[in-house]
């Protein structure tokens, strides 16, 4: 895992898997191109480890491609940004789910797009890791949009690994189950919510961020060099039970 002259676009780093994969890209020799909605997190990154930045809102589609235009070439994509919306099945609002779906899986697919079509212009290899989540394939309660979102993300990963791994672009995905980030604590700060689920994990515990980014920079790597197409639980052992 030797990136010395390699460039990596993370968005959602700000907070969360985004911000616990950037400085171990950094640690490796990356160059780490830090995309975030939010300019004050993006500041404190930069003052801890030394990234570019972007400050774009994802949910906003049509401004993706000026925003990362900029940062091209880049040799390797994480897909880390994310949202969700706690609302039950039958009080779905169309705009949440809508703002969910854009931010979880349209705007990947896009960035996606923008970066592979460099790749294949160029002639040149590349890996994109999608971070989706164990909610991919399960059904989660007051979690429509989010787990609509993230099902979509894997069924993109394996379409985008078959199309473009004949161009020596590989594309895989980790899928975490609950992890305590911002987003997670706030989806799992209620223990008669949690602690079921916790129960049904052979290591009994949630994840940390850095146990994900860890798994990321595995799938980003030379040494995942045959590994195309997955969809990695990182969960524990959860998807075992």
């Known amino acids: 895992m030797d990136w010395k002259d390699r460039r990596v676009l993370v968005t959602g780093a700000g907070k969360g898997i985004g911000r616990a994969t950037v400085p171990l890209l950094a640690e490796h020799g990356a160059t780490v191109v830090a995309l975030s909605r939010d300019q004050r997190d ?3 990154l930069a003052s801890e480890v030394c990234c570019e930045t972007i400050c774009t809102d994802l949910a906003d589609l049509d401004v993706i491609e000026t925003s990362v235009a900029g940062a091209l070439p880049i040799d ?3 897909n880390c940004a994310g949202t969700t919306t706690l609302q039950s099945f039958v009080s779905t609002e169309i705009a949440e789910f809508n703002r969910v779906m854009n931010v979880n899986a349209v ?3 896009i960035l996606s797009q923008i970066v592979a079509r460099d790749w294949l ?4 290899a590349g890996a994109i890791v999608n971070v989706s989540s164990d909610a991919a394939r399960r059904g989660v309660e007051n979690h429509t949009a989010y787990c609509a979102s993230k099902a979509a993300l894997d069924a993109m990963t394996r379409v985008m690994a078959a199309e473009l791994g ?3 672009i590989r594309v895989n995905s980790v899928n975490p189950t609950v992890t305590l980030t911002p987003m997670g ?4 700060s209620d223990p008669e919510k949690a602690d079921p689920v916790k129960a049904r994990i052979p290591l009994g515990r949630f994840l940390e961020p850095k146990e994900v980014a860890e798994a990321i920079l595995f799938l980003l790597s030379d040494e995942a060099a ?3 197409g997955v969809c990695l639980p990182v969960d524990g052992g959860l998807s075992i039970t």
């Open 185 to 188: 604590k706030l989806a799992w």
């Open 121 to 124: 212009r160029r002639g040149v």
């Open 42 to 44: 993006l500041d404190l």
């Open 226 to 228: 045959m590994v195309n």
């Open 76 to 78: 390797l994509l994480v």
């Open 107 to 109: 705007a990947p697919m």
């Open 166 to 168: 004949p161009g020596g």
